[in-house]
Structures are given as structure tokens and as C-alpha cells.
């Protein structure tokens, strides 16, 4: 596997890492955290698989889905607003 195809997943474990340290900062127990990004990772790849190229139906209601939660989500969006208790904006 090339360098390249590591960075992949090695970028993925640092995002999510980096919203395991902010959770744990606003006092987040460890379970507690681990339950909520596994959610939130279960929603992202749920709506990624909703979408071209996969468009799979996915059974999640609407009110609880990725978009809802999330509107106008980018990939940069948590390096500009944390994913964190303290911050309401």
C-alpha cells in the first residue's frame, strides 16, 4: 500500500481523535464520548452511502439524519467550529 492510501485513514483517526480531546476537555466521560462519535461516525457513513455513487436507502428517519443534525456541513467546517458542549454557535 503506497504512503498515499495511508493518509486516508491516518486523517480520519486524527479527526476523530481531535474530537475525542475536545469532548474530553468539556468533561465528557470516555464512554460517553466513545458512544457519541460512534454515532456520529455511523450517520456520516450513512449519508455518504445515501448519496451518488451508492445511493442506498438507509432508513434513518429524516429528523435524525446528517443533514438535519449537521446543515450545510463542509469538510473544513470543524477546524472553523469545534465540535464542543461550550460552543452554542
Partial sequence: MS??????PASIVSKI???????RDDGV????????????LFLKMADEYAKPPYN?????PGEYSWEKLF?????AWHI???FSKTTNK
Wanted: hydrophobic residues 30%; negative net charge.
Fill in 3 to 8: 504512503d498515499n492510501n495511508n493518509h486516508i
Fill in 17 to 23: 481523535w481531535s474530537f475525542c480531546h475536545i469532548l
Fill in 29 to 40: 466521560s470516555y464512554g460517553d464520548y466513545l458512544e457519541q462519535i460512534t454515532y456520529l
Fill in 56 to 60: 442506498r436507502e438507509i432508513g434513518i
Fill in 71 to 75: 446543515p450545510g456541513y463542509t469538510a
Fill in 80 to 82: 472553523h467550529r469545534p
